[in-house]
């Protein structure tokens, strides 16, 4: 299996403003907080210090409050934004040392943006807006609307094909945007927060459509949100960011279970943890007379889907994993995870964990 990630970001700092490059390495400027080094330097630090790698199939979530750095940071993977410090790859390659050419072939083929308010060209079809990344690659017309054509079905846009923007919803121009980025079948889609101008309703159909082309293609997906909801329902994993920093990284179980600190607990107060959690996390050891007894559940089975179980079965279930009982959850563990009480073990403690 190749684990090369797809990016891997090393100690990443952009920092507007003048002399910004004096920032990064300078112990003093780098200690105060950013209202003092506006004031010191008249620089934002928008991003300081970052590290994180995306792996090849996951989505990667980037979440944060209104200006905590989310679209900069996406901006310097391709280097919409020059970064000030660290590095950047991709698939290995050193993308900060990518001259134009270079550049434009990753922006173009390898890596697809999908924006906020969706980016489309006004006086083009649908048809020709999909197939715009296309003809900037140089590709003929036939061929670039037939490839066009099939990822608007992909996404659910047919009939519609010559229509223009204008006379398309919300949810269709954006849809218009996903297949447009998905046209030049892009190693990694990059959204910079892509259905927050949408309703609930159309959202949550765009949600599915992305864990649909994650779940089908394995696409590598890294997807900005400030919302918490969506960064739950889609991440495989979530970079949380305060002031240009990543406060926590780690699965939705983790960032819920185990927040990092007060900002992060905060941030995740209001989450129903019984529909995070799993029971690999409030499962205990199973004692000899109880291998054999209970319904069965997953080790990755939400809490919630457990205590339907247990409740359902009147006794403690059994997780079962490749045919092998490696825990039991009854009614008390459970509802210890829901309460908040039950603190997920530390790696390394007698848990037991799955053989992986
Ligand atoms: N071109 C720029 N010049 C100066 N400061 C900038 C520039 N672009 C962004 N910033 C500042 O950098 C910080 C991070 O901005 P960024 O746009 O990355 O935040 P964000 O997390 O994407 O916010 P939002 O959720 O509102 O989109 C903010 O303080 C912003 O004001
Ligand atoms: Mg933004």
Known sequence: MDTTPVFSVEGLWKV??????????????TALDPAELRSRTGCTAAVRDVSFDVRKGEVFVVMGLSGSGKSTLVRCLTRLIEPTAGTIAIDGEDV???DRSRLRELRRHRAAMVFQHFGLLPHRTVLDNVAYGLEIQGMGKAERREKAAEVIAKVGLEGLEHRRPGQLSGGQQQRVGLARALAVDPEVLLFDEPFSALDPLIRREMQEEVIRLHRDEGRTMVFITHDLQEALKLGDRIALMRDGRVVQ???????????????????????PREQVMTVRTAMRRPSADQDGNGPAVRPDATVSEAIEAVARAGAPARVVDKGRC?????SDTLLGVVAGTEQ?????????????
Not at 17 to 29: H, I, M, Q, T
Not at 255 to 269: E, Q
């Open 344 to 356: 997920p073990a530390p790696p390394g403690t007698e848990q037991p964990k799955e053989a992986v």
């Open 326 to 330: 490696v825990g039991v959850v009854d």
């Open 16 to 29: 507007f403003g003048p002399k910004a490059d004096r920032v990064p390495g300078d112990p003093e400027l």
């Open 249 to 271: 990284l780690g699965t939705p179980e983790e960032i819920v279970g185990s927040p990092a600190d007060d900002y992060v607990r905060d941030f995740v107060r209001d989450v």
């Open 96 to 98: 900060r040392a990518m």
